[in-house]
């Protein structure tokens, strides 16, 4: 599949939980994008999972060739590995982060969505610059409230 969208994405919380952010680095042929955004109480992996829900949600039309450069194991592996296939089919019972992996599959099946794992803080300069994002927007003066993470915790 050749990519006609390369994402880099990454995930950052302070305390874990507590204050955290997402940064994606959106790159398609001349045209770049960077989306960010940060809440007030939240997990590592919610953020590193959130920053590739908005940058599939970003996209502008469907079934379009992407590739997803994330240094988040718990991402990458839970799609590669196909694992929350079976997640989904239990209904998540027992698994963290239900509604964002529903989230997640909704936008994921109208595209062609493959995933590489990267070593963090491994001078990637996207995937360094997805971890600034996504620390930045987690030491924002007005934080955003992750409702379905403060509602069942």
């Known amino acids: 599949m050749s990519a006609k969208v390369i994402i880099y994405t990454d995930g950052a919380a302070r305390g874990n939980p507590g204050p955290g952010g997402y940064g994606a680095v959106l790159i398609s042929g001349e045209h770049r994008k960077e989306l960010s955004d940060g809440f007030r109480k939240t997990t590592n992996n919610r953020m590193e999972l959130l920053a590739v829900i908005v940058a599939l949600e970003t996209l502008k039309f469907e079934?379009?060739?992407v590739v997803v450069y994330t240094d988040s194991k718990y991402v990458a592996d839970?799609?590669?590995?196909?694992?929350?296939?079976?997640?989904?089919?239990?209904?998540?019972?027992?698994?963290?982060?239900?509604d964002l992996w529903i989230r997640f599959l909704k936008i994921?099946?109208?595209?062609?969505?493959?995933?590489?794992?990267?070593?963090g803080h491994a001078n990637i300069p996207e995937n360094e610059r997805c971890d600034r994002l996504a620390v930045e927007a987690s030491h924002m003066p007005k934080l955003k409230i992750d409702k379905n993470y403060e509602e069942t915790t």
């Open 108 to 119: 994921y099946r109208k595209h062609q969505v493959s995933f590489h794992w990267v070593k």
């Open 63 to 65: 079934n379009t060739s």
């Open 78 to 98: 839970a799609v590669e590995k196909k694992w929350v296939f079976g997640w989904e089919k239990v209904q998540f019972k027992k698994k963290k982060n239900p």
